[in-house]
């Protein structure tokens, strides 16, 4: 639609959209106060820009993405995001001299009033990566200090680059090659990953090959493992695994499958410090060996694929585990964990997310191509009820909204 069609009633009922999930949210909280998060609100706004952006635009926004992405692999090795300081400034000059990157590359002033940075500054500030302010960058705000501070955009940038662009890149031939999904691909490559890196190996075992990209791999996942972190908010831990008076210090509340260095259950001890029993975090022993001080927890080398040693503990907890494999592999993973389950006591626990079978948020979405790309999914409730129910699971409460945790027991 071109931009002359919008009409003002459009704009206008866009704009009581917003108003009116800006009152919802507000309603109610003190001007000082923190604002609880809206998707609402954010859903109005961005339906609002769509709505006035030139479609052209839009899409010639849509085909640059790769472009960004290089551009800003380029300012994430030269390090431009570390040198924006937490408070005060930083000159262009500044950062020309500390990352030792060519003047006329970095940040040459051009012509003219609209476009005072080269190429890849100009970039970083259009995508909101860094707040406008020449010729000074100003304090950091609240996206640069998350980006910066907990590690989140160096790691998951670099992760994303080295490991997956390959394989979103050479999408389309993969889709081509499997006709779409309806037939196995010619020469045995069983997804978009291996096809894009000519490996026959699953990316975890491509990346323990690789042993820098594993850290760094490692340390991505930490740093989005807020998602799951947040699942201890959701499900009442103390009331659900504490409810047995008679449980002791010896008795294996809560095994923590695929659980890295074991911030989860480090943070679920502070939390329901008062919990009886047992918390083992399992891995592959490359992660585990680089456990240094556990803490209210012990470590333990397994891989999921194999039967789970760990025998009727009050829960199995699966931090955003199943997501990245096929119903194929979910199943044989699964089912290493029901034989260890005690009927009648034992949960399996998912850290997940539960798509809506109707306005999947974009976030999601990218997401869900991202687990495509090797070889897993995110899942809506009824592709969750299909991939437990033969295994003789039934879901019995899925707890929160934003963050999910997917309860299940075996079925009586």
Excluded at 92 to 115: H, I, N, Y
Excluded at 176 to 196: H, I, M, N
Excluded at 302 to 314: I, L, N, T
Excluded at 385 to 398: N, W
């Amino acid at each position: 639609m071109a931009l002359s069609t919008v009409t003002s009633s459009d704009v206008q009922d866009l704009l009581n959209e917003v108003n009116a999930a800006g009152s919802e949210l507000t309603n109610g909280h003190a001007d000082a106060g923190p604002l609880p998060e809206s998707g609402r609100l954010l859903a109005a706004a961005q339906k609002l820009t769509a709505r006035l952006q030139n479609p052209v635009e839009r899409v010639l926004e849509i085909v640059g993405q790769s472009h960004q992405n290089a551009v800003i692999r380029a300012c994430s090795e030269l390090g431009i995001f570390e040198l924006v300081p937490q408070s005060g400034t930083v000159s262009l000059q500044e950062l020309v001299d500390k990352t030792g990157a060519d003047r006329q590359l970095l940040c040459e002033f051009r012509d003219g009033p609209s476009f005072p940075l080269s190429l890849p500054l100009r970039k970083l500030l259009t995508l909101r990566l860094i707040p406008l302010g020449e010729p000074l960058f100003p304090t950091k705000d609240r996206l640069m200090r998350t980006l910066t501070a907990t590690g989140t955009f160096t790691e998951v940038e670099a992760e994303t680059w080295c490991d997956l662009y390959q394989s979103s890149l050479k999408l389309p031939q993969y889709l081509q090659r499997t006709a779409y999904g309806t037939k196995p691909d010619p020469d045995g490559f069983r997804t978009p990953f291996q096809y894009g890196e000519n490996t026959k190996l699953n990316i975890f075992e491509w990346l323990k090959t690789r042993p820098e990209q594993l850290k760094t791999f490692n340390l991505a996942m930490e740093a989005v493992s807020f998602r799951t972190l947040q699942s201890i908010e959701v499900y009442p831990f103390g009331t659900e695994l504490g409810l047995n008076p008679s449980s002791s210090e010896d008795e294996v509340l809560l095994v923590d499958v695929g659980g890295g260095h074991g911030h989860k259950v480090a943070a679920m001890r502070a939390k329901f410090p008062d919990l009886k029993g047992r918390m083992i975090v399992q891995d592959l022993k490359e992660t585990i060996d680089e456990i240094q001080d556990p803490k209210g927890f012990e470590p333990m080398v397994h891989d999921f694929f194999a039967p789970q040693p760990v025998k009727g503990a009050r829960a199995y907890f699966f931090g955003r585990i199943l997501h990245d494999w096929s119903d194929e592999d979910c199943h044989r993973i699964l089912s290493n964990t029901i034989s260890a389950m005690r009927p009648g006591h034992s949960r399996i626990l998912l850290s997940e997310t539960v798509l809506p079978d109707t306005g999947v948020p974009p976030l999601a979405t990218l997401l869900d191509i991202h687990m495509m790309l090797i070889g897993g999914m995110e899942r809506s409730r009824k592709q969750w009820d299909g991939l437990l129910a033969p295994m003789g699971l039934e879901i019995v409460k899925i707890w929160g909204e934003d963050v999910n945790i997917i309860e299940a027991r075996l079925k009586e």
